[in-house]
């Protein structure tokens, strides 16, 4: 939760890479840090079932 707490009250912006239909990978950055926050490519991210 750090890495994604310590960018509270930046800009920050979903951006893909490839074609818009078929990403090639998709990845959460903060604009004022220009820092990768999460990255599709390096990551499993799945939607939460729990809730």
Known sequence: MGQIKKH???HVSIVSY?????PKNISLECEDCNEVILDAELYTICEREDI
Request: proline share 0%; net charge negative.
């Open 18 to 22: 490839g074609g818009w239909d078929d």
């Open 8 to 10: 509270r009250g930046h």
